[in-house]
């Protein structure tokens, strides 16, 4: 007698992240991204700024396609395009006092330089950098 048991398996809530900063052209992007590539399908990520650029830099599109990324799909958008409520984890990034309180569970600030006017080689270290802490936050959720 074989016992189906995947009837009674419930699939894990998507965890939901907003990831903050000022221009939302670069550091944010890379964050949303790898929130999307490391979390498998089972988060929901979303990025804006306190002061939103409108462009995704060509830097940051450049370098995470160099990773098999395509950020060319995503917009550069303002705070009050995205959902203010519901967040596991509100991350900003270099907006200082700009960046509005959001909603969250928890809260983080993550001290990176703004890549914007980097070499390629000084912008994969920012894109690495933000590799390794969206990774260490999905293991913490």
């Known amino acids: ?71 060319t799909a995503h917009d550069s958008k303002s705070l009050d395009e995205v959902p203010h409520t519901g967040y596991d984890a509100v991350v900003t990034m270099g907006c200082g006092d700009a960046c509005p309180f959001v909603e969250g569970r928890i809260h983080e600030d993550w001290t990176l330089p703004d890549p914007k006017h980097m070499e390629p080689e000084e912008f994969r270290k920012v894109r690495d950098e933000i590799r390794s802490r969206v990774a260490d936050l999905l293991t913490r959720l």
Request: aromatic share 4%; net charge positive.
């Open 1 to 71: 007698m074989s016992i189906d048991i995947s009837s009674s398996l419930t699939e894990l809530p998507r965890k939901k992240v907003l990831f903050v900063c000022i221009e939302n052209s670069n550091r944010s992007q890379m964050a949303h991204a790898f929130a999307n590539l490391l979390g498998r399908g089972n988060v929901d990520a979303h990025s804006a700024g306190s002061r939103p650029s409108g462009i995704v830099n060509p830097k940051a599109i450049a370098a995470m396609a160099e990773l098999g990324y395509d950020l």
